[in-house]
């Protein structure tokens, strides 16, 4: 079936499928859900679908079978006036599983008034409903809502207007309402403090939501619009994400967002070009920073390396002077970036979301994913000053749950077992459970990862910066290259897309390379099973093991 017939139907048959939904769900989440996923079922069968000769049935059908975990809800709709023509109907049955009791005509002008009163703003609706609904007196209404008995007609007035206007239009499902964005993973820079990005955005509706004004600021009744569903199943959540700094509200009481959210298409030919070049630089970097770098850290002694591999120690100090002092910086003011949610934490929020390449037919030499890095990860102890540590987590590493399971007070256990004052007792059995279980001790309570005696700051001082002679060599193509990929982002974000691509030219995946460059050369021996639990981890104190 063609998609212009298909869009048609689908917009035919949307608020039925939507009572539907409703009538099986036990709250207006669960309704919204479950529409969504019928929506989306129904949309891809009848384009696959070439001719249907009971489509009604065909439809419901579909609705039956995605339909499994949701039960039957009974709702009631009472009488409303609007300028003297009055609409009632009875309190309706529960809900039989028979699809032709939704077929049956219930009064296409009363279903269609339901919708817009829908459509009306959160203060307008109340009112419309205390009055009609209710039968509220207007200046029972001005008490309950602490506004002048001539605002609230005023309000009445305009929502009158409003709807008979709304009778008048043939609303729309947007593209989200039919094919909504999926996450493939959420991410943050900076401190997610108790609520990352998925904590806010791993709800399919909160996400797409904030996606819908992405590229074009939108107020609520717009943001509905695109979603496919009324503005009362939303003004909660939207006002959720605005307040936790996910929305952004601007001119016209329109919303947008400065998450940053990864292009629904892809080119596996560009990604492998930017891949190519980063390794260029690596190679670059192997010959010419590696051993600046070894030698600048040469004198420290105060080290405690399980195993007693030195490498072990080049080689962390090595990722994090490419990843921090090789950088080719452009300087923006990236604060309205940052993230602040009301649970606390200051940072930028990015979501990946499912693509498809633009491309698929290009083969490919080099795989993406084999150069993944979870930080550079920072933990700080609020317990013991001379307490922190560094990380990044990658395929040299062998420590599992990442950024989550990278807790403070496991330096802060360890610390307490290194000056004795953490012994083995019912107290804080569960303490060293967790080292073990981190391998941060060893079965026979061996410290198992590496320290350095002093701060972070004056190890990290240690290591040069990479040379305005290097760095030039690769300037001009950084650059070129941020500017060329800021073009699929809307231009809120362009200065953050810009200085990151820049910036992250040099970053973890060429941090990476120049690592696998070291090992497979031979510079570096292979690490064992047991350095990966310490590789590209330091832990900072005033005393060593």
């Known amino acids: 079936m063609d998609k212009q017939k298909t869009d048609s139907i689908v917009t035919e048959y949307f608020h039925k499928i939507y009572g539907f939904a409703i009538k099986k769900s036990f709250s207006y989440d669960e309704a919204e859900d479950l529409c969504s996923d019928i929506i989306q079922e129904v949309y891809i069968s009848l384009l696959k679908a070439e001719e249907i000769f009971n489509l009604e049935g065909y439809i419901w059908r579909i609705c039956e079978h995605t339909y499994s975990k949701y039960v039957s809800l009974k709702k009631k709709h009472m009488g409303i006036s609007l300028n003297g023509d009055t609409f009632s109907l009875q309190p309706e049955p529960s809900y039989y ?26 203060q307008r609706r109340e009112i419309v409903y205390l009055f009609y609904y209710k039968n509220m007196a207007i200046a029972d209404i001005s008490h309950k809502m602490q506004m002048p008995e001539g605002t609230v007609k005023w309000h009445l007035n305009k929502a009158r207007k409003e709807l008979k206007e709304g009778f008048t239009m043939e609303r729309t499902i947007g593209k989200l309402g039919i094919n909504p964005v999926v996450a493939t993973s959420l991410d943050h820079s900076g401190n997610p403090g108790n609520g990352a990005t998925e904590f806010y955005l791993g709800d399919k509706l909160n996400l797409n939501i904030v996606y819908s004004v992405y590229f074009t600021p939108k107020t609520t009744e717009e943001i509905a619009t695109e979603l496919g569903i009324t503005p009362v199943f939303i003004e909660d959540k939207i006002k959720f994400l605005e307040d936790n700094g996910f929305l952004t509200r601007t001119t016209g009481n329109r919303f947008t967002t400065y998450v940053k959210f990864s292009p629904l298409t892809y080119s596996c030919e560009h990604e492998e070009q930017r891949l190519k070049m ?128 990278n807790l403070t007070s496991d330096y802060d256990y360890l610390y307490e077992f290194i000056n004795g004052s953490l012994t083995s007792n019912t107290v804080n059995d569960e303490k060293l459970q967790r080292l073990r279980e981190r391998q941060f001790l060893t079965q026979d309570d061996q410290v198992n990862i590496m320290l350095v005696k002093g701060t972070q700051q004056d190890f990290f001082d240690k290591i040069p910066a990479l040379s305005e002679q290097v760095s030039e060599k690769y300037a001009n193509y950084a650059l070129e290259t941020a500017m060329e990929e800021a073009k699929a982002y809307p231009p809120q974000m362009q200065d953050l897309i810009i200085c990151w691509n820049a910036n992250s030219l040099i970053g973890p995946t060429v941090a990476l390379m120049v690592m696998e460059s070291l090992y497979e050369n031979g510079t570096f021996r292979p690490l064992t099973e047991n350095e990966k639990i310490t590789s590209q981890l330091i832990m900072f104190s005033d005393i060593l093991p």
């Not at 002008?109 to 829908?118: F, H, N, T």
């Not at 390449?357 to 102890?381: A, F, H, I």
Request: aromatic residues 12%; charged residues 25%.
């Open 97 to 122: 599983d028979n699809y032709d009791y939704l077929l049956e005509d219930e009064g296409e002008s009363l279903r269609k008034l339901r919708l817009e009163i829908a459509f009306l703003t959160k």
């Open 278 to 405: 980063q390794l260029e630089i690596a190679k670059l970097l192997a010959e010419e920073y590696v051993p600046v770098v070894r030698e600048a850290i040469a004198d420290i002694k105060d080290v405690y390396i399980p195993g007693g591999n030195r490498e072990l120690l080049d080689a962390t100090a090595i990722f994090y002077g490419i990843r921090n002092k090789s950088k080719f910086s452009i300087s923006r003011d990236l604060s309205k970036y940052y993230i602040k949610p009301t649970s606390g934490g200051n940072y930028i929020a990015s979501v990946n979301l499912q693509a498809s390449c633009s491309d698929p037919n290009y083969k490919t030499t080099l795989e993406p994913s084999s150069y993944w890095v979870c930080g550079p990860m920072t933990r700080q102890s609020g317990k013991y000053p001379a307490v922190s540590s560094w990380s990044v987590d990658s395929k040299y590493c062998s420590r599992s749950g990442s950024w989550g399971n």
